[in-house]
């Protein structure tokens, strides 16, 4: 196990502090499988001789993974690689919310009110639902988890006569939606790739600058009326969306 930690393999002198360079860099031998779970690190005198760094350096380094979720501090026994949750894949094709994907795959949904309530609206938010300035929106904002691993965080807005009451909303909006009738039956996606800053990093256990999945959903009605427009931030590590091609028929 020395030579992964060889400090010509993750140090160069222009990229920060060495203590988030060597933290980087044992995140991305975790998440490359390099270090497979319950693989137990070297003691922190020996990590910090083959890293050619101080003791503190590499303290400062693993707190960062524990906080992360990628490392466990186990009292007595020393620091291992904690399981991380599967890869998932979510089809671009299929109109479901998050909660609904996950009971597909028999997981738990679960989610974390960050702010929700009645707000003038962004004006992203009033592009893409049609809102004329002074018009309010109701805004949910959610960390959304399966079996308990924060894996995404979704900011939702919506016209207030599609949902009057966002304290309405608990894990599903969508399910609120359809006992009102305003559930969505189609939906446009912009994904792109985005690094996620310092608070929303914290929030998904994550480290400042980790690349995500930024995915902004415009959903609507029957008629075309746009009725949802949520921005979500995606773990890269564990979120995949695909999408089937099928070649039209020649004329």
Excluded: C
């Amino acid at each position: 196990m020395d030579a992964p930690f060889a400090l010509q393999t993750w140090y160069r002198a222009d990229r920060g502090p060495r203590y988030m360079q060597l933290s980087q860099h044992i995140a991305g031998l975790i998440r490359s499988g390099a270090l497979e779970p319950g693989t137990q690190l070297p003691p922190e005198r020996d990590l910090g001789d083959l890293a050619e760094v101080s003791r503190v350096t590499v303290r400062q380094a693993v707190a960062q993974l524990v906080e992360e979720g990628l490392l466990e501090q186990r009292r007595g026994a020393g620091t291992f690689v904690r399981p991380q949750p599967p890869k998932m894949e979510q089809s671009l094709s299929a109109l479901l919310s998050f909660t609904e994907y996950m009971r597909a795959r028999g997981m738990t949904s679960t989610s974390r009110i960050l702010r929700r309530g009645i707000f003038l609206p962004t004006p992203d938010e009033q592009v893409a639902l049609g809102l004329a300035g002074a018009t309010r929106v109701a805004r949910v904002d959610r960390i959304r988890s399966a079996d308990g691993a924060a894996i995404a965080l979704e900011y939702s807005s919506l016209p207030l006569d599609v949902l009057p009451d966002p304290e309405a909303v608990e894990t599903s909006l969508y399910d609120v939606l359809r006992a009102s009738g305003t559930a969505p039956t189609r939906a446009v996606q912009r994904i792109n790739a985005v690094n996620i800053g310092a608070e929303e990093a914290r929030l998904l256990n994550l480290a400042q600058g980790t690349a995500v999945l930024r995915v902004d959903r415009t959903a609507y009605l029957p008629s075309g009326r746009p009725i949802e427009f949520t921005r979500g931030l995606y773990r890269s590590d564990i979120y995949d969306f695909v999408a089937e091609l099928r070649q039209e028929p020649n004329p």
